[in-house]
């Protein structure tokens, strides 16, 4: 590969709740297990990953990333790091092809959690990258037939109608590597996408809160901090009203208080968090990036190398990778052209 080759790298993002499958379908992309998988309810994904894949001759980059019900951390924390590694991914020029979305045919009913998740999903989107989406159910072999269609009717009458009808597609995952290979090859045959979150964030410079799916999540902290007020108020009139007997009560009522004022001042910190211009921070890293490895190799650098180092800067790296992404870079010409040797992930992500 010359200085001046641009390889195709091709990107895909995996949403939904914890639970639906999301690391189970990468593994079942790579061939093996990369990402660990959940066995209970708590979230096994908590930070996002990148993933290399190939479908075909095509390098794709899968973004696997944790369901805004994480049992671990907070909604603020993961819109902020999905939204660096798209404003990083938008500014290096990788192809997006899309979005998958995935959601358990064993739910009997959208939850409260399923609904915020699936809000804030399309929220990031926005309405004109909606055709680039791809609905996916999991879990068939745990239903029958009978139950897993009149749910999946359900889900194209009522809670996805609105996006099937704006270009979206629903498919069926039914959990081996060729159903896999099938649904992602859906979006890799469709022209690179823009997200709205991406526009807002990169083009328009808006910070994260001023963004369509920050100010939705700054909304939902607005009641949080609302209902630990009341509840605030509620325990130190409780304190107030008690007598000076009560001693026990009055010593658990202000450990209520105290765990009630935490919680308040974690949602606050939440909000205050939302207040970035992500684009441009992340715009600030590339370049310094950019300028370390112009330090390093003479010469014009190659795309896909700079570029997997500087993804590789904004998500985890799961460990059994590295010889995928060696096979993609290979042992790089060390002639006068560059000499920009990558051969191992380990000196990729060095730099």
Known sequence: MTAQTKEKLSMIVVMGVTGAGKSYFINRLAGREVVQEGADLDSCTQACQLVPIEIGASKVILIDTPGFDDTTRTDSEILTE???????????????????YIHRITDIRYSRSSVKTFDIFKKICGERALKNVLLITSRWDDVSQTVGSDRERQLKERFWAYMLSRGSNISRFHGDRDSA????SQLLMKETVVLELQEELVDKGKRLDETTAGSYVSENIDDLKKKYEEELASLEKLKQDLQESDRAMKRQLQRDWENERARLQRAQQEQVSLQRPVGVEVQQQITRKKSKLSSIVSGVLPFLPTALSILGSFVGIPPGVTEIFASWIGITDTSSEGGFDFSSLGDLLAF
């Open 181 to 184: 290979v099938g649904l992602v």
């Open 82 to 100: 999905i939204a660096r590694i798209l404003s990083c991914q938008y500014q290096l020029g990788v192809e997006l092809k899309g979005v998958i």
